[in-house]
């Protein structure tokens, strides 16, 4: 009973930042994502008789995030009412110290793996309901290319589905890494704070016509209003956090200068605008043709650790490379 998948993780264009139920990890809004393919997880799983405990390994060590791991294990256990012990290693195609978020592309992998080695049969739905319980961005990261995450008040409402495939439109993510510190507070913290913010009911409202309008523009690839709205739209979720209470700081002085030199970029006619979740780094969209020269651009600034470039992704899939 062993079984390995990749997912990939995904970028939100419209983000997700609240809950209304924190344990079923329901949302209090849709919201819509892009998977990036190279920003991957592995992850095999096996349950069986001879192993004696349970083991989480991540990147060759013994994962910090073990008892979540298990959490989630322990939900597909449930379902297949089985009671073994398992073993689940895993590992990124980035670095782990690189300050990317990687529990969507990791409970996403760890679900598909999971369900296969437990030998229960799920739909696309019911596994991307199922990935959203281990973190709610992994519920996007199961279904291929643009995805939108529906907002519900019950668990078996509340799944991804594809809106347009991988291939649909050919436009890049580059990943500008400014910081590889571990964040303060995760996001799962943050998120309770959300809430406290004066114009959090004002988002919510919304988002409705603000998911309508994005998928309008992957539609007709309308990149320039594509790349207005995903940079109001981190900036509007950054407002947010930083009118929480406590507030809720996530950039650091390199995330504004990067703001401030894409703008000028812009003014000379490069077509690239950035999103950022919680956290300093930023994501920055261009279509294809640009990539060279943006990416270049990134490389000659020493505010920019490392970057990385991404296209839009298939979904989670399993794979006959065994990690063990
Ligand atoms: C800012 O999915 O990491 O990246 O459900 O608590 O695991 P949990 O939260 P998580 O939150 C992601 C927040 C975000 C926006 C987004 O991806 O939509």
New binding site residues.
């Given amino acids: 009973m062993k079984a390995t998948a990749i997912a990939p993780s995904?970028?939100?264009l419209?983000?997700?930042?609240g809950?209304k139920d924190e344990i079923l990890?329901l949302?209090q809004n849709s919201?819509f994502?892009v998977n990036l393919d190279n920003l991957i997880t592995q992850t095999t799983v096996e349950f069986s008789d001879d192993l004696r405990d349970d083991e989480v390994i991540f990147n060759g060590q013994e994962s910090k995030n073990k008892e979540r791991v298990l959490n989630h294990i322990g939900r597909i256990r449930q379902i297949a009412g089985i009671k073994t012990k398992t073993k689940v290693v895993t590992s990124n195609n980035f670095p782990a110290a690189a300050g990317i978020?990687s529990?969507?592309s990791g409970?996403a992998a760890l679900t598909l793996a999971g369900a296969a080695a437990a030998k229960i049969n799920l739909s696309e739905k019911e596994l991307s309901v199922l990935a959203?319980q281990?973190?709610?961005?992994?519920c996007?990261s199961i279904p291929p290319g643009f995805v939108e995450w529906f907002a519900a008040d019950k668990s078996e409402d509340s799944y991804a589905v594809s809106r347009f495939s991988a291939r649909h439109w050919d436009i890049c993510d580059i990943v500008a890494i400014v910081s590889n510190e571990k964040k303060d507070v995760?996001?799962?913290a943050?998120?309770k704070l959300a809430q406290t913010s004066p114009f959090f009911k004002t988002r919510i409202a919304n988002i409705p016509q603000k998911i309508e309008k994005i998928k309008n523009c992957v539609a007709e690839k309308n990149f320039r209003l594509f790349g207005e709205l995903i940079e109001s739209e981190a900036m509007e979720?950054h407002a947010i956090m930083l009118t929480s209470t406590p507030p809720l700081v996530y950039w650091n002085p390199e995330t504004v200068k990067l703001i401030k030199f894409i703008e000028n970029w812009r003014r000379q006619g490069l077509a690239a605008y950035c999103t950022i979740?919680?956290g300093p780094n930023l994501h920055i969209f261009t279509e294809s043709q640009n990539a060279k020269i943006l990416a270049e651009n990134l490389a000659s600034l020493s505010e920019v650790k490392q970057t990385i470039i991404n296209r839009p992704a298939e979904g989670a899939k399993l794979s006959d490379r065994h990690l063990f």
């Fill in positions: 995904n970028i939100a419209v983000k997700y930042w809950k990890r949302p919201s994502s978020a529990s969507a409970f959203r281990g973190s709610g961005s992994a996007r995760p996001s799962t943050g998120q979720l979740d919680a």
